[in-house]
């Protein structure tokens, strides 16, 4: 196994410590969300968002108790929102993701690459977005293809993993 792999697989298995953070985002939002919320317009995405990372592990989601079948000892916890904005919910989940795709990596150099859309364009994705995004990602293959024709005599391998991010 190469040391690279050893090094994920060491990772995933002994997480790094590392000291708490001072404040938890959650309990930002808590404090100043409803400040936030009458200052700023917010989407409906954005405001659900803000909501489950404000109920996230608290009495408001419900919660269950676990109780030691030996000794007896019981503790509370909370449900999670679940939110994938939420950074507390899906941190651990994130970082398995991530380790999991770093074990599936070629020893060669990657780059990340963002192809993005004019607002003018928006109208006709709203009503035809995977003809607009397979249009995209057919551009973008064909531009990236041309340029390491002329610039290296070679073909790129690309993988079209075509990812929709917006917070408007």
Not at 137 to 159: N, P, S, V, Y
Request: charged residues 25%.
């Amino acid at each position: 196994m190469s040391s690279r792999l050893e090094s994920a697989e060491i990772r995933r298995e002994f997480p790094a410590d590392y000291d708490p953070p001072a404040f938890e985002l959650a309990e930002v939002v808590r404090l100043y969300g409803n400040d936030y919320r009458a200052r700023y317009h917010q989407s409906f995405e954005q405001g659900r968002a803000l909501h489950a990372i404000e109920t996230c592990r608290t009495n408001a989601l419900g919660g269950h108790v676990d109780q030691c079948d030996r000794c007896g000892h019981t503790e509370i916890s909370y449900n999670s929102c679940r939110n994938r904005h939420c950074p507390k919910c899906r941190a651990s989940q994130r970082a398995a993701w991530v380790d999991a795709r770093e074990l599936e990596l070629l020893p060669i150099q990657y780059f990340h690459l963002v192809f993005t859309l004019p607002d003018a364009l928006d109208r006709l994705v709203q009503y035809h977005p995977s003809a607009v995004y397979a249009a995209l990602m057919r551009a973008a293959a064909e531009t990236l293809q041309t340029f390491a024709r002329k610039r290296w005599d070679g073909d790129l391998g690309i993988e079209g993993k075509g990812v929709r991010a917006e917070w408007r």
